[in-house]
């Protein structure tokens, strides 16, 4: 075996030095390997991070939520250098990826992957050497890259339960799209905005458990049952202890009990305790805690009824924010990434964007750079066109 598997390796090494020379980069060898196989996250998994952050906060699901909706609600163009299509393939294709989802479906599916885990990942289906016949978002914790020898991906994993199934990433038209947000300390693996709010949403979730169980002991703080016996004796027996703490349990705790008259017998006396500073304060901290979870997904808390934040003017102009920082450069950089890997199927390169003339929130911004450009004359029509994100000629059919 050990004669068998050195042969192999000389084969390996004749097959490589045969092998028409390929453009490699210099640093790939040491910078890729470095971290090769090594998931993302440190202390915190992404289905973890995605009970806790998403499934059970409201600021987190309310943000994913937001944020994957409008940009998936997001009119889309293809146009190449020259125009811009009515029809187009790849269109089609968008419109309608699968028997089970719409284009809407299907990107805001992909939006929440990057906003839950850091990484989306597309799976072509069919289709030979031109365009799938059908997209699919794959879960983000259920896939993990395959590293080669060099470190760089080879091939992706899905894994469910027993099962693996292997895609190779040999080249740009690959079965598998994935797209990442950016890590600086990870190679294969893209960075969640889950992580940086994870401290926020422990803060957030234990606030929000603090309160339901000052719910259930009647909505008021702990007091104290003070027990003066006769001749100086300040000590309950293990009995009466045990039998005081039932009746406190059964007669007096939970929100049915609420408002109850306590009865308490010769000796007992009962010391209410009043809100401490600390108690008092404990609201706006759970309000500091949903502000930072809304900052680490970019959305203006005053879009999820966050109170006590004034940091826009209005409403309208948060709204004016939330799309210009937020939407909109997400829905650019994941529709680029699509059009460059359909159009690497399709053998044509098109480009594939947001059309930001039907985006209500920036109709008053549009509008005054629109008016801006017609008015330069010393441009020319082509010129116009491509400052406005148009292409040289009409639309054509």
Not at 307 to 313: E, K, L, P, R, V
Request: with cysteine.
């Amino acid at each position: 075996m050990v004669f068998d598997f050195l042969r192999r390796g000389a084969e390996a090494r004749q097959g490589a030095a045969s092998a028409p020379e390929r453009k490699a980069s210099a640093t790939g060898k040491v910078v890729a390997y470095h971290s090769a196989g090594r998931v993302a996250w440190s202390p915190r998994d992404a289905v973890s991070l995605t009970r806790s952050g998403f499934c059970g906060n409201p600021v987190g699901y309310r943000s994913v939520k937001l944020i994957a909706e409008a940009a998936a609600a997001l009119p889309l163009v293809v146009q190449d250098g020259a125009r811009r299509y009515e029809t187009h393939p790849l269109a089609e294709l968008l419109s309608r990826p699968n028997g089970g989802q719409g284009r809407a479906e299907l990107l805001e599916a992909l939006y929440a992957q990057l906003l839950l885990s850091g990484n989306g990942y597309v799976e072509a289906v069919g289709g030979g050497a031109g365009l799938p016949l059908e997209l699919h978002v794959l879960r983000s914790d259920r896939v993990s890259v395959v590293p080669g020898s060099d470190g760089w991906p080879v091939g992706y994993e899905y894994a469910v339960g027993g099962a693996k199934h292997r895609f190779d990433a040999g080249d740009a038209a690959g079965p598998i799209c994935h797209i990442r947000n950016f890590h600086p300390q990870d190679d294969h693996y893209g960075f969640s905005p889950l992580q940086a709010a994870a401290m926020a949403m422990d803060v957030h979730n234990s606030a929000s458990r603090w309160s339901k169980a000052l719910l259930d002991n009647a909505a008021r703080p702990s007091g104290a049952i003070v027990y003066r016996g006769a001749e100086g004796q300040g000590r309950l027996s293990d009995e009466q202890y045990d039998r005081l703490l039932s009746e406190m349990e059964s007669h007096h705790q939970g929100a049915r009990n609420a408002g109850r008259p306590m009865l308490l017998e010769g000796g007992l006396d009962w010391k209410p305790m009043g809100f401490s500073p600390s108690d008092m304060a404990f609201q706006k901290t759970k309000e500091a805690a949903a502000r930072e979870i809304a900052l680490a997904f970019g959305v203006p808390p005053m879009l999820i009824g966050v109170q006590g934040d004034a940091t826009y003017a209005n409403y309208q102009e948060a709204h004016r924010a939330f799309y210009r920082l937020t939407v909109l450069p997400l829905a650019s950089r994941v529709t680029a990434a699509l059009a460059s890997w359909l159009s690497a199927h399709a053998g044509a390169g098109v480009e594939v964007k947001p059309d930001l003339d039907q985006v209500p929130a920036l109709s008053a911004e549009r509008d005054a750079q629109w008016a801006r450009v017609s008015r330069a004359e010393f441009l020319s029509e082509a010129e116009k066109r491509s400052l406005l994100g148009l292409p040289s000629e009409a639309a054509d059919a």
